[in-house]
């Protein structure tokens, strides 16, 4: 239901969320009993999902009509979203499937609050993420404040990082919340972050959860300037000589060009030339670059 509703949205068709809607608030307060099950399915499918059901890939039309179903959701379901943020959460020392399930429907229903820009959910996800006892709860606020301009946003991150600079693999979820943020300055923020101390291309962990994160966030990536594409290719081109089968991994969301309209198949195919033009470049990411430019 909610795939048919995005996709023609998206085509411009005109379709009624009410049924989206009514269905989300029914799995909410229904007889299921399991949180997990709960939160997996009044999820919205992802971007890259709903592409994957076109002809032709629109990644601009696919975050604004899933933004918008999503706030639609959200607002018409603010009490209900409001009520589970408002019961206590399951301790991090429950590891029992119900409390995981309870932790994540938590982070879901934040994310919902979110998209409808109510004022006071930043402030709101600052208090959970402050509150935190466990990962679950902190990293899902910190990803729903990384999406907006808020004061607590900046003051969230810099929080995760101090306390988490010495572990290198929570340290990862700071640089990949950040690199699959909706904001508009994504690709701007992933270059930047590329210059951190704390990034190396040394660390396939901190490559990938940087740069495979940026690949991964649709209208990032595929932004109509071709920055991403760019950025992935500069990755390309500086990695090989270090590490080229990491390098290499790096190369299929380039590949995809045929599904995606002519002027930006054109600039992800001019990146993968430029790849290829690059002298001494390793077997692994020849054969990869080769191959994708072929489609």
Do not use: C
């Amino acid at each position: 239901l909610m795939l048919d509703t995005l996709v023609a949205a998206v085509s411009g068709e005109t379709r009624d969320s009410r049924a989206v809607i009514d269905a989300v608030g029914q799995t909410l307060t229904g007889a299921a009993t399991d949180p997990a099950f709960v939160a997996e399915a009044v999820l919205l499918p992802s971007e890259a999902f709903i592409g994957d059901q076109m002809v032709t890939v629109d990644p601009d039309a696919i975050r604004r009509e899933r933004l918008a179903l999503q706030a639609a959701i959200g607002t018409a379901l603010e009490q209900d979203w409001r009520a589970l943020l408002t019961s206590n959460a399951p301790p991090a020392t429950d590891l029992s499937r119900k409390a995981k399930g309870g932790r994540r429907l938590r982070g879901v229903a934040l994310a919902y609050l979110a998209a409808t820009a109510m004022e006071d959910v930043a402030a709101l996800a600052f208090k959970i993420f402050s509150a935190a006892d466990g990962m679950t709860e902190r990293q899902a606020a910190l990803a729903t404040l990384a999406h907006g301009d808020s004061d607590e946003r900046v003051a969230a991150l810099d929080i995760f990082y101090q306390r988490y600079r010495d572990n290198p693999l929570v340290l990862d979820k700071w640089f990949q919340v950040q690199a699959w943020s909706l904001r508009a300055d994504t690709v701007e923020t992933v270059k930047e972050l590329a210059q951190h101390p704390d990034f190396t291309l040394a660390n396939p962990n901190r490559v990938r959860s940087l740069y495979g994160a940026l690949s991964g966030n649709q209208a990032a990536f595929h932004q109509s300037d071709g920055a991403g594409y760019r950025l992935i290719a500069d990755l390309v081109i500086a990695l090989d000589p270090k590490n080229p089968q990491t390098a290499a991994r790096m190369i299929p969301p380039l590949g995809r060009w045929k599904r995606f309209d002519e002027a930006r198949a054109a600039m992800m195919k001019a990146e993968l030339e430029r790849i290829l033009a690059q002298p001494g470049l390793s077997r692994d990411v020849t054969e990869q670059a080769s191959k994708s430019l072929m489609g």
